[in-house]
């Protein structure tokens, strides 16, 4: 194997751009920490695709790890797909995403594979509506969704629209593994294979997925009286711009108050620390410009339009940034009422959440007699039951407490502009009944119990930061705790363990205790951290969550 300076020097040696080998020689002659977290393994291309800080380096996200992954998917489509393949891709507003994004069709079409490139940046739900509408083999986002500016990535999803699952997404991790040089990848038509068109996509495409997006209103008549609800939106220089208000104003909204400064898509992000609406500072300038106009909702989205973060008004008045549990506890609780209410509910419905995602969900969907599915963490995973049980069943909507969540079928991944549509029209609804969005939570609340969740992370960056992490794993693994806060441990779920859990393995651990409490441990896939999340029931439920982040906290 070699080591790390032995790549950084095949790189100087090799056919790279004159750019890239100045950068390279810059990191070994200034550098030696960054020159090995740069070259130490090549960036890792996992199940849903790559995600890494941009730079030059096998670990890092440039043109020609961009191209060599491309290049493992195109041999996948060629080895295992029959006839004609097409491959929609889009981008957000990051740094070199458009550049990325032409890469990666550059190298499709010269494989012979078609490709639907959007025209400039879209969100990542509407990359996977146009997979469905196209019919198309797979699609490419160029994002790193919420991370902070230096990074991007790249997902990857398959014909049902959905993030690529078992057994696809190992086998195109193996190809692209095989792509162990730059001189493996068609950057340049190849002989003997014709290249394929690249065919834009635009307004067209945005015509038909806000006019699908109009059929799942339930409460028109609701937003038509409350029209003049005061909402906050801001993008946080993302691509939702693009489509959030004016999807807001047709189903009936028309005080849509922006927020000037963050309309701009620019992958700087330079109003904001990190373009994260779970973040309360990336909310500040919404919340500002909320108590500015006296508008009753913030609705903000991440770069590529996907994570949806809201704010409402508490009994006194003051805006409060609510977590993606309380979000979507509420919005399910509506759309779930709204369906009973016209009687679409007949028993062969379901929704779905995630492992770490409020239990409130599950117990929202039992008093309706909806079937609750707990899946992993990711939102494909929710899109693998809607293929699962298509034709079999009928999704209703399903959520993921990182601000994820989305409702009908076109669209196979989490859409920030279908859920803030629908908090909006929520909004009317309790309106109607004589209830703000805070108090519609508290109703919930006294209906089904308190429940409390809290995620926390710990950063640990670089070689040294990701083998830190491996071993808190394994520590937990070998010595689980006794008990959690003061409760006997009762129960542990190894998610290592499929033959116990009935999913897919994954790298992630739950301890419950006697009282009902839960701690689950998990590294993130996409950044270097390893997040703790803790949740609690009933009305000791804050004083619990702070007790369990004492203990595994340090």
């Given at each position: 194997?070699?080591?790390?300076?032995?790549?950084?020097?095949?790189?100087?040696?090799?056919?790279?751009?004159?750019?890239?080998?100045?950068?390279?020689?810059?990191?070994?002659?200034?550098?030696?920490?960054?020159?090995?977290?740069?070259?130490?393994?090549?960036?890792?291309?996992?199940?849903?695709?790559?995600?890494?800080?941009?730079?030059?380096?096998?670990?890092?996200?440039?043109?020609?790890?961009?191209?060599?992954?491309?290049?493992?998917?195109?041999?996948?489509?060629?080895?295992?797909?029959?006839?004609?393949?097409?491959?929609?891709?889009?981008?957000?507003?990051?740094?070199?995403?458009?550049?990325?994004?032409?890469?990666?069709?550059?190298?499709?079409?010269?494989?012979?594979?078609?490709?639907?490139?959007?025209?400039?940046?879209?969100?990542?739900?509407?990359?996977?509506?146009?997979?469905?509408?196209?019919?198309?083999?797979?699609?490419?986002?160029?994002?790193?969704?919420?991370?902070?500016?230096?990074?991007?990535?790249?997902?990857?999803?398959?014909?049902?629209?959905?993030?690529?699952?078992?057994?696809?997404?190992?086998?195109?991790?193996?190809?692209?593994?095989?792509?162990?040089?730059?001189?493996?990848?068609?950057?340049?038509?190849?002989?003997?294979?014709?290249?394929?068109?690249?065919?834009?996509?635009?307004?067209?495409?945005?015509?038909?997925?806000?006019?699908?997006?109009?059929?799942?209103?339930?409460?028109?008549?609701?937003?038509?009286?409350?029209?003049?609800?005061?909402?906050?939106?801001?993008?946080?220089?993302?691509?939702?711009?693009?489509?959030?208000?004016?999807?807001?104003?047709?189903?009936?909204?028309?005080?849509?108050?922006?927020?000037?400064?963050q309309e701009v898509p620019d992958g700087n992000f330079p109003?904001?620390?990190?373009?994260?609406?779970?973040?309360?500072?990336?909310?500040?300038?919404?919340?500002?410009?909320?108590?500015?106009?006296?508008?009753?909702?913030?609705?903000?989205?991440?770069?590529?339009?996907?994570?949806?973060?809201?704010?409402?008004?508490?009994?006194?008045?003051?805006?409060?940034?609510?977590?993606?549990?309380?979000?979507?506890?509420?919005?399910?609780?509506?759309?779930?009422?709204?369906?009973?209410?016209?009687?679409?509910?007949?028993?062969?419905?379901?929704?779905?959440?995630?492992?770490?995602?409020?239990?409130?969900?599950?117990?929202?969907?039992?008093?309706?007699?909806?079937?609750?599915?707990?899946?992993?963490?990711?939102?494909?995973?929710?899109?693998?039951?809607?293929?699962?049980?298509?034709?079999?069943?009928?999704?209703?909507?399903?959520?993921?407490?990182?601000?994820?969540?989305?409702?009908?079928?076109?669209?196979?991944?989490?859409?920030?502009?279908?859920?803030?549509?629908a908090v909006a029209e929520c909004a009317a609804w309790a309106?109607?009944?004589?209830?703000?969005?805070?108090?519609?939570?508290?109703?919930?609340?006294?209906?089904?119990?308190?429940?409390?969740?809290?995620?926390?992370?710990?950063?640990?960056?670089?070689?040294?930061?990701?083998?830190?992490?491996?071993?808190?794993?394994?520590?937990?693994?070998?010595?689980?705790?006794?008990?959690?806060?003061?409760?006997?441990?009762?129960?542990?779920?190894?998610?290592?363990?499929?033959?116990?859990?009935?999913?897919?393995?994954?790298?992630?651990?739950?301890?419950?205790?006697?009282?009902?409490?839960?701690?689950?441990?998990?590294?993130?896939?996409?950044?270097?951290?390893?997040?703790?999340?803790?949740?609690?029931?009933?009305?000791?439920?804050?004083?619990?969550?702070?007790?369990?982040?004492?203990?595994?906290?340090?």
């Amino acid at each position: 194997m070699r080591s790390y300076k032995e790549v950084a020097q095949s790189w100087l040696d090799g056919n790279f751009d004159a750019e890239t080998k100045a950068e390279v020689k810059h990191l070994m002659e200034t550098d030696e920490t960054a020159l090995e977290d740069a070259f130490y393994r090549n960036l890792e291309f996992g199940t849903g695709g790559l995600r890494g800080t941009m730079g030059v380096g096998t670990n890092r996200m440039n043109k020609y790890t961009v191209g060599m992954a491309t290049q493992g998917l195109a041999n996948y489509i060629k080895a295992h797909v029959k006839g004609a393949a097409s491959v929609c891709i889009s981008h957000d507003s990051r740094n070199n995403s458009r550049l990325f994004a032409e890469i990666s069709a550059d190298v499709l079409s010269n494989n012979g594979i078609k490709v639907y490139l959007f025209e400039d940046l879209r969100p990542t739900p509407e990359l996977s509506y146009s997979i469905r509408i196209k019919k198309a083999t797979a699609g490419i986002m160029v994002t790193a969704s919420h991370n902070p500016k230096e990074y991007n990535g790249y997902k990857v999803f398959w014909s049902d629209g959905g993030q690529i699952t078992a057994p696809v997404d190992k086998d195109i991790v193996a190809e692209v593994g095989k792509i162990e040089d730059p001189a493996q990848v068609a950057f340049q038509p190849l002989p003997g294979i014709e290249k394929a068109p690249i065919e834009i996509m635009g307004a067209a495409e945005d015509e038909l997925y806000l006019k699908d997006q109009l059929s799942l209103m339930l409460s028109p008549e609701a937003v038509k009286k409350h029209s003049d609800l005061k909402i906050v939106y801001t993008p946080l220089h993302g691509c939702g711009v693009r489509l959030m208000p004016e999807a807001l104003k047709r189903i009936g909204f028309k005080n849509i108050i922006h927020v000037p400064e963050q309309e701009v898509p620019d992958g700087n992000f330079p109003t904001v620390a990190s373009p994260n609406p779970e973040e309360p500072a990336a909310m500040a300038m919404a919340l500002a410009k909320a108590d500015e106009t006296g508008a009753d909702l913030v609705l903000a989205t991440d770069p590529d339009a996907d994570r949806l973060g809201i704010a409402v008004r508490n009994d006194e008045g003051k805006m409060v940034q609510l977590t993606g549990n309380q979000t979507w506890s509420f919005l399910t609780y509506y759309i779930l009422k709204r369906w009973q209410e016209l009687g679409k509910l007949n028993g062969n419905q379901y929704c779905v959440k995630t492992i770490v995602t409020s239990e409130l969900l599950a117990a929202i969907c039992e008093s309706f007699g909806v079937k609750c599915y707990n899946v992993l963490t990711g939102f494909k995973y929710i899109a693998e039951i809607q293929k699962q049980q298509e034709g079999k069943s009928e999704f209703i909507c399903g959520g993921e407490e990182s601000y994820g969540f989305n409702l009908g079928s076109f669209v196979r991944d989490k859409c920030a502009q279908v859920a803030g549509c629908a908090v909006a029209e929520c909004a009317a609804w309790a309106a109607e009944q004589g209830l703000t969005l805070w108090q519609l939570l508290q109703k919930v609340y006294k209906e089904y119990g308190l429940y409390v969740e809290k995620m926390v992370y710990i950063v640990r960056k670089g070689k040294s930061g990701a083998e830190e992490i491996q071993k808190i794993m394994a520590d937990y693994r070998a010595c689980p705790p006794k008990e959690i806060a003061g409760s006997p441990l009762v129960k542990v779920i190894d998610y290592n363990k499929p033959e116990e859990t009935g999913l897919p393995k994954s790298n992630v651990l739950q301890f419950y205790n006697a009282a009902g409490d839960v701690v689950t441990v998990r590294p993130s896939g996409t950044e270097p951290k390893i997040k703790f999340y803790f949740g609690a029931k009933g009305s000791d439920a804050p004083a619990k969550i702070e007790a369990l982040k004492a203990q595994f906290i340090s």
